[in-house]
């Protein structure tokens, strides 16, 4: 069963950092392309940041130069570092494959306020 558990989120000032990370599971991990996403209360989710099994990544324009997604195959983990962050990243954070599967954790919330 393919499982993803998000962790790493809270509540930071604005041009704080935070870390995600995601342990995944159920999953032959290193072979596929995953990606972070996130919801904001009302708004639909959306895909942030994407990590290819060769580790070539994209962004989305809003978090270009302030995140980076990375991977670490040994342990089945992904991560997403986040940079100056501001009170439009405020939102529950998920990690999935890329493109999307129907499998989706608790999530992680972060939420950007001064």
């Known amino acids: 069963q393919v499982q993803f558990v998000e962790s790493g989120g809270g509540l930071v000032q604005p041009g704080g950092s935070l870390r995600l990370s995601c342990a995944t599971s159920g999953l032959i991990f290193s072979i596929y392309a995953m990606g972070w996403y996130r919801q904001a209360p009302g708004k639909q989710r959306e895909l942030v940041a994407t990590i290819f099994s060769g580790g070539g990544t994209n962004y989305a324009d809003s978090v270009k130069g302030r995140f980076t997604i990375s991977r670490e195959n040994a342990k089945n983990t992904l991560y997403l570092q986040m940079n100056n962050l501001k009170p439009e990243d405020t939102a529950a954070y998920y990690c999935?494959?890329?493109?999307?599967?129907?499998?989706w954790g608790q999530g992680t919330q972060v939420t950007v306020s001064s």
């Open positions: 999935n494959l890329t493109p999307r599967s129907d499998y």
